[in-house]
Structures are given as structure tokens and as C-alpha cells.
């Protein structure tokens, strides 16, 4: 079994910043890009950035000189810094891990967790 575990998230005040932690763990041999999307009520979940294992980095637009994604490959974790928080970032964030397993490359999503941006 591969283990997605999300945390970091609550409420804060626009303007402010908050920072998410994603580890991966369990039966994953080779862990390839991971990264983070986020899902508004009755929409689909979209992506906020992502990052290889090699380092390099893809943002949505929205998020833009807000957002930083960074990961430590020796443990499967990535973060991700968001600044200038706007009530249009409330959402749930998931993070996802694409990696090698004992039956081929897989995709695995966290369950989530909320964020709020209000005042």
C-alpha cells in the first residue's frame, strides 16, 4: 500500500500565508512528480503546481509569484509556501504522487485538506 498524507491546512486571513505538507510513503519504489491541486465546491480539482523529481517546478496562473513548491526527495515530501492568500484560494488542496510501484506507475491522491481564506 502507498500512503499520501496531507496536512497544513485551516483558516487564515487575506493576505496572509500558510504552508502544506504532503508525505509519501509505503510500497512506492521511485517516487516521480508530485504536486498539488486544489478543488472548489462543484468544480473539478485543478492543478496549483507541481514538481519532478529532478526539481523543476509547474504553477497554474492563479497562483503565480504566490505560490512555492519545494520537495525533499530522501523522504517523499513536497511543500508548498502560498503568500497574498485570497478568499478565492479557499478550497480543498489534494496532493498527488505519481511513482513507480510493484505493478506499474501510479498515480495516488492524499484525502485532502481544507483551506479557508476569510476574514
Known amino acids: 500500500q502507498v500512503q499520501v498524507v496531507e496536512s497544513g491546512g485551516g483558516s487564515v486571513q487575506p493576505g496572509g500565508s500558510l504552508t502544506l505538507s504532503c508525505t509519501a510513503s509505503g510500497n512506492i519504489y521511485s517516487v516521480y512528480t508530485m504536486g498539488w491541486y486544489r478543488q472548489f465546491p462543484g468544480k473539478d480539482r485543478d492543478m496549483v503546481a507541481t514538481i519532478t523529481e529532478h526539481g523543476t517546478t509547474n504553477y497554474a496562473d492563479s497562483v503565480k509569484g504566490r505560490a512555492t513548491i519545494s520537495r525533499v526527495n530522501a523522504n517523499n515530501t513536497i511543500y508548498l509556501q502560498m503568500n497574498s492568500l485570497k478568499p478565492d484560494d479557499t478550497a480543498v488542496y489534494y496532493c498527488?504522487?505519481?511513482?513507480?510501484?510493484?505493478?506499474?506507475?501510479?498515480?495516488?491522491w492524499g484525502q485532502g485538506t481544507q483551506v479557508t481564506v476569510s476574514a
Open positions: 498527488n504522487t505519481r511513482g513507480q510501484t510493484r505493478i506499474g506507475v501510479l498515480n495516488f
